[in-house]
């Protein structure tokens, strides 16, 4: 909520220390918020009533956040909480977020408009959507199974806040739908999100990958067929159209479809039926489709691999995802996200801390994966740090090449930060032959050998132990496969080539 000419979005000011101060009033007021200062806890518990939102200033840890947390829990659980820093602390931004601070905005790199767009998404009021199309008993005995929870997507970068903004916007015109952006970006989230935005969320989300499935079985998944239309088809079966009547079809990969298949989906799109292989009535349906693809298919068009009518079909509003590495915003709150959600999935009690240095690993690092890169670091950090905090060491860049000259730069800055504090944690008394004695060393982990080491050694090493922990730490050899972001065939060669116990 925003403040208008006739109603103020009000937000308590937590600081134990001192009110807000002038400067900081008008900064909020420009960003969209009206400050109540409260000086204590108890003070927020009985204003809670007459805020959209909490501003905390955090001084040096997130004790008091954890408490404010506890409390709106408690009271009004979907109250957004925005921290606000004094300065730059990167490892106190990350502690906050991953303690349920949806924004944190830093004092000393103060910018009007990307305090407005943090402040208006996190108090944007979430959209309500309109009851579902009516769909069939037939529909709805089949999507009476439990749905999984919805996906997130992370938006604290301005340029993914903008995109946010224009995709809730396209949820509620129900226009056909195109999301285009490299691989691993997050196009199938950003799909969901424009499905749950929508007047359709109370009806399924149905996506078919039209890259990953046979050119022979891409008409059945699509249009369904009838009992005895080939050998095997024992009974009916609904194709994604029928499936997802009422509610979206999301085609990923798109621009794999082969031509065939293109004029076919073309006229179901224009006509809203489809024909079941075998089948002799055509069926109505209703859905609206979201479409995405990593191609140009421009290109595509001139080379007669995508039909135009088609693209223009599907491109009646397009959404660009950019890389993760443009919306640098996003990707400490993403790997909090990711850290939490693997953790659980790994059986941890709690997820480990992103350490500073780790936290700048990361936001140096070029991600030409996206978000999908990130998610296998992620995991594979989880098994190396095995529950404690995670560090530089335990961050494996899928693109070696250039990790290898930035994780020097990493594992100098740890050894600077370390050799400070072994310093500093001296007595000032010490000769300087104690000195010299307790002289800091580096962590083994960040330890540069004495005798020269070839890369591929140094990679093959590591590799083997990650399998290693996989193993010891799933249940099952599938498992094991997907913690480090390979696939159950790979993981067997691997064992075999390294000479993993266990590997035929």
Known sequence: MLITNDQACNALWLDPFSPAGDMERGRLAAAGLCLLPVRTLEDLRQALTKASAVVVRLMGNTDLLTEVRRLTEAFKQDIPIICRLDGKNLGLAVDAMRKGACHVLDADDYDENSWRSAVELATRPPVQPKPAAPVSRASARQESAPKPAPKTFVFADPMSQKLLALAQRVALAQVTT???????????????????????????????????????????????????????????????????????????????????????????????????????????VDFRLIAATNKDLKLAMTAREFREDLYFRISTFRLTIPMLRDRSADILPLAVQLTAKHAAQQGLMCAPTLSEPAARALLAYHWPGNVRELENVIQRALVLSQGEDIQPAHLLFDDVGSESQTQLDWSASAFAAHATSAVESEDANNTSEGMQAAAPSLPAELAMPVAPIRLPDAVKSNEHKMILRAIEAAPTRAEAARMLGISPRTLRYKMAQLKVAGAA
């Open 178 to 284: 195109l999301v285009t952006g490299p691989t691993g970006a997050g196009k199938e989230v950003l799909a969901a999100v424009i499905h749950e935005s929508s007047p359709r969320a109370g009806a399924p989300m149905v996506s078919l990958n039209c890259g990953a499935i046979p050119e022979h079985l891409m008409e059945d998944m699509l249009f369904g067929h009838e009992k005895g239309a080939y050998t095997g088809a024992l009974r009916d079966h609904k194709g994604i159209f029928e499936q997802a009547h009422g509610g979206t079809v999301f085609l990923d990969e798109i621009g794999e479809l082969p031509l065939s298949l293109q004029a076919k989906l073309l006229r179901v799109l224009q006509e809203k039926k489809i024909t079941r292989l075998g089948g002799q009535q055509p069926i109505d």
